[in-house]
């Protein structure tokens, strides 16, 4: 049994969509070729009668069994975490019971969770609404770039959440630092403050754009980038970049992680922005 908010176990905050229950579905199917077919139904029916609130009995052939599992899926559907955690629940207990059985990863399950924008993620024991941990926006469209450098920025963005979505934490941060290490080469050649940007490398940049900036709040929001790259790149900090240290390090926890994409989120905001305008007024 998964923990989250009880009042959902009463008042339903939300369905999930047909779209989810055919995907479900289709895993559960799959699970059942590796056994006992019809037994392997039954068993997701159990759970999912539960979460319709009702109860259910043996099918009288594989065929109705799927047709029953499929009627309690859609009606169990109305109340998305019960949902959820009855598809949760059948996997880790047929899995128990039947080791030699493979079921789907939570990985597996919050992809299609995300893929399909449930609001929900899986991380086990406990259910949480993902709905609370919204992504800081970014640009969709830097007209400061070409179309190859916003369609690259725009995938390693949506990699990067779907890899929070997975509670993949650490390959998460890692995607939008690199990311960001990325945005700052745009700015190799520009005129900015006092000077031209030199530097070749992200560090090299950052500091070059300080430089020429000192005494604006351009300089202090680049010190701010800086202190953080730095530490994610500790191993005996974040340890993202350079690995962590193998007696201190600790794993990034996904609060850890949701912050650190959405600062770093928000600083590659602050770049883009940064960037068109120099680009401005560079060709002025």
């Not at 109860?55 to 029953?68: K, L």
């Not at 949760?88 to 939570?106: F, G, I, M, T, W």
């Not at 980038?225 to 994610?232: I, N």
Request: glycine share 6%.
């Amino acid at each position: 049994m998964l923990r989250f908010t009880g009042a959902w176990r009463f008042d339903s905050p939300g369905e999930v969509s047909s779209e989810v229950v055919n995907a479900i579905f289709e895993l559960i199917t799959r699970v059942a070729t590796q056994g006992d077919r019809q037994r392997i139904l039954e068993h997701f029916k159990r759970y999912f009668a539960a979460a319709a609130g009702t109860t259910t009995s043996w099918s009288s052939s594989t065929s109705w069994a799927e047709s029953d599992l499929q009627n309690y899926m859609e009606t169990a559907a109305a109340n998305a975490p019960l949902f959820i955690e009855a598809f949760y629940d059948a996997c880790e207990a047929l899995v128990s019971n039947n080791p030699e059985l493979a079921v789907p990863d939570v990985a597996r399950i919050n992809r299609i969770l995300f893929e399909n924008g449930t609001g929900y993620q899986l991380q086990p024991p406990d259910l949480i609404s993902s709905s609370a941990q919204t992504p800081i926006a970014v640009p969709q469209r830097p007209a400061s770039l070409d179309e190859e450098a916003q369609e690259m920025i725009q995938r390693s963005l949506k990699d990067s959440e779907q890899l929070l979505s997975e509670g993949r934490n650490r390959p998460a941060v890692q995607e939008i630092l690199w990311l960001l290490e990325t945005v700052s080469t745009a700015f190799q050649g520009l005129n900015s403050g006092d000077g031209t940007v030199q530097g070749r490398y992200f560090n090299r940049i950052i500091h070059d754009l300080r430089r020429h900036n000192r005494g604006t709040a351009l300089e202090q929001i680049l010190a701010w980038v800086a202190t953080l790259h730095g530490y994610l790149s500790s191993p005996t900090g974040g340890g993202i970049r350079h690995g962590t240290d193998l007696r201190a390090g600790i794993a990034t926890q996904p609060d850890e992680a949701r912050l650190f994409c959405n600062l770093i989120r928000s600083y590659i905001t602050f770049l883009l922005t940064e960037h068109e305008r120099l680009s401005g007024s560079n060709t002025a």
